[in-house]
């Protein structure tokens, strides 16, 4: 009889901790699709202020990094303060940022809305991602990591679609308006947190924060930019931050984090993955008027499909990483990548019926890699540094979508149509672009075979159900 209760109130616990994971998925849609859907927007915000497009690309560009360094900073917070404290915080500073912005009257005060709105949002992926490691056992969070992977991809995918439908038939001060939806599931996320006190242990070193916040905000900028200062100043603040770490008692981010075995090289085999698809993101529409003169609407028609795959099948990516491990898991997704990609490549100039044909080869497995290479950077990161550890992996990521954006958008102002040896059709510079894409996705598997396939975690089912009976 005991058995069977402990069953059921364990049974309850499960269901319990999900309803905590949906509610987070709810206000990680709202965080990520605001770092895309107010793309569609800029030569409104342009046009209404009187700028440049460069100038008014400032509202993404500021978002984009002061998001990717919050997930790093909330991550490292999280090691220390209570999760909740946190998450109420942040979701209250993206709401008040939200109002602002419906309510600015010059673009300056627009500019700082969007700033705030990334202060605030830049909690959710870095706390999502703490959720599947403290509240669930490790056969579990595969499955997790799927649900959250699959709510990223559809988001990223939705928001130019949902950016362009607020814009057109209302005014693209709506967007922030409709971003005021987020906070609606906090009440419910605070009631599902446990009660947790602040964690006695070092104080955070704030100093080498803002020195890492530097060095990676002038980077990021120096790609986009394309400017050499930019990258200069980066440098420099990455050296000075580097020589902190090794100096102070209590650094922001612990040298030894890079030498656990596989850490730095998860990190890289996500970077590259992330810096394939955000790079197709960012190219396809593109191509798709260039090449094809379909509007705004006719694109997303395009690409609306594979991103409802996506977030349909991403739970059966997580349920993979569980059953089959996830090591089986970035096999299958990268091969998966490099085929969809190497079909782009062959049947870019063609038709954008075979685009849509072709994406879903792309963002469904981005979902599975995401998914596991989630749980595996989660289980190879000792507890007491997990939330700094998993800030580094989102700041990594964002990296590659930031990189990734602005190398492939000046890769494809050139003409590389005679590397396109794939195509059927007419040979594009946009099937060169692709084609390179699809052996970096093939090349990463070697990647994943040199620098995961070794390790013995027993945390992390990686290489299939038999580690679970050897751990």
């Avoid at 500019?111 to 202060?119: E, K």
């Avoid at 990521?397 to 050139?414: C, H, R, T, W």
């Amino acid at each position: 009889m005991s058995s069977q209760s402990s069953k059921t109130e364990a049974g309850k616990e499960s269901a319990s901790s999900m309803k905590l994971v949906y509610a987070l998925c709810f206000v990680l849609f709202f965080s990520v699709m605001n770092g895309t859907m107010f793309n569609v927007s800029l030569p409104y915000i342009a046009a209404e202020f009187e700028l440049s497009t460069s100038a008014a690309s400032w509202t993404i560009t500021g978002y984009t990094v002061l998001y990717a360094l919050g997930s790093l900073l909330f991550g490292k917070l999280a090691d220390k303060y209570p999760l909740k404290r946190l998450i109420t915080f942040g979701l209250l500073l993206f709401a008040a940022a939200s109002a602002l912005g419906f309510l600015a009257q010059s673009f300056s005060m627009v500019l700082i809305a969007r700033l705030l709105q990334a202060a605030g949002a830049s909690c959710i992926p870095a706390l999502v991602m703490l959720i599947p490691v403290r509240y669930f056992p490790s056969h579990q969070r595969g499955k997790v990591m799927g649900i959250i992977a699959s709510t990223m991809a559809f988001s990223s995918g939705i928001g130019p679609i949902a950016g362009g439908f607020i814009t057109g038939q209302f005014h693209w001060t709506g967007l922030f308006l409709f971003s005021l939806a987020a906070p609606v599931a906090l009440p419910f996320i605070r009631r599902s947190l446990p009660e947790e006190k602040v964690r006695a242990g070092e104080k955070v070193d704030f100093i080498g924060a803002g020195v890492l916040g530097l060095g990676v905000s002038a980077i990021m900028l120096s790609v986009t930019q394309f400017s050499f200062w930019w990258l200069v100043l980066g440098i420099a603040a990455m050296v000075i931050f580097i020589a902190r770490m090794r100096k102070v008692a209590n650094p922001f981010i612990r040298l030894t984090l890079l030498r656990i075995p596989g850490f730095a090289s998860g990190l890289l085999i996500s970077f590259i993955g992330l810096f394939i698809v955000f790079g197709i993101f960012i190219i396809t529409p593109v191509m798709l008027k260039n090449v094809f003169a379909l509007d705004a609407q006719h694109i997303g028609y395009i690409l609306f499909p594979a991103a409802m795959l996506a977030a349909l099948l991403g739970r059966f990516g997580g349920k993979m990483v569980d059953s089959r491990g996830s090591l089986f898991t970035l096999y299958v997704s990268f091969v998966a990548l490099g085929v969809g990609l190497l079909g782009l490549s062959v049947f870019s100039g063609v038709s954008p019926w075979w685009i849509l044909l072709c994406l879903p080869l792309i963002n469904v497995p981005f979902t599975f890699v995401q998914a596991a290479m989630a749980k595996i950077i989660s289980s190879i990161l000792p507890n007491n540094e997990m939330g700094v550890g998993m800030g580094i992996y989102n700041l990594v990521n964002f990296l590659a979508g930031s990189i990734s954006g602005a190398v492939l958008s000046k890769a494809i102002e050139f003409d590389w149509s005679w590397a396109n040896v794939t195509a059927v059709g007419t040979p594009l510079t946009y099937g060169a672009v692709y084609m390179v894409l699809s052996i970096m996705a093939l090349l990463n598997i070697g990647g994943v075979y040199g620098g995961l396939a070794k390790l013995t975690q027993p945390r992390d089912k990686m290489a299939g159900p038999a580690n679970e009976s050897s751990s």
